[in-house]
């Protein structure tokens, strides 16, 4: 019997299920349609229609990465973050549904119309620093990586969106050498205790940079060298935001407050983890 759209979907959830994969029917039609090349409204409305060999080893390819746990956004080569598509590969993380925390507080903190100087430390593909510059078109901003190969995917996202006249993207360890002043410091560093990476799910552990996950021993190390550079960097009254992992909230607060920072309350991810620590500097 000749494959269907349908058949073969189903067939992919299921082989999807057994690799233990967390959203087998969602990814099982991504990969269908991305190897088909049909739409999803194709595959809801005419769910009978027959497709080619060439169709299916097409499909197949797909799926055996994804069976390996190569992350989605890997294999299909964009991610979703805020309202935008980002290019994505091997080398840089991708952009998780939380991290759009930051672009909220950057939406809150900086009026429309204000040429705001932003700086997004730890870049990777560029979708927090990005998606701050398409919300806000009289800004401009800076984006630090440690990775060149990541930062080749911001500035092809950057190009890509439009953002580029706007966007300076350089490679550098944190704010070193970095001028200021920023009216707003946005960062999502790598904060995973090196001890816990190898526990993690393979489509992190396996696949994402190390580089974008290994926060030293106690995850925290990243956050201590930032830090200490926010006040030189901040302009008076200026605000910062930082993505931090679970149960680290206090204690990057307290890292702020360290250097005469004021903090708020913590923001509270879907899951009801605090998901970002804000603050500013003295005005
Ligand atoms: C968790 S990823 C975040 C990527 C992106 N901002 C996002 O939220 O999707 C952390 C990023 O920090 C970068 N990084 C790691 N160490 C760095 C350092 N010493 N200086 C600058 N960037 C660094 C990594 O290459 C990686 O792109």
Known sequence: MSETLVSLWTAARRRLEA???DSPVID???LLEAGAGVGRVDIVTDPRRPVSADQVAAVEALLRRREAREPIGH?????GFWTMDFAVNADVLSPRPETELLVEVAMETLPKGWPARVLDLGVGSGAILLSVLAERPHSTGVGVDASEAALAVARANAARHGLSDRA???????AEGIEGPFDLILSNPPYIPSGDIAGLDPEVAKWEPRLALDGGPDGLEPYRRIMAELPRLLAPGAAFAFEVGRGQAEAVQALAEAQGLTTTTPRMDLAGIPRVVAGRRAA
């Open 28 to 30: 099982a039609r991504l």
């Open 168 to 174: 300076t993207l350089q490679l550098g360890d944190w």
């Open 19 to 21: 690799a233990g994969v």
């Open 75 to 79: 294999i299909l080569g964009r991610k």
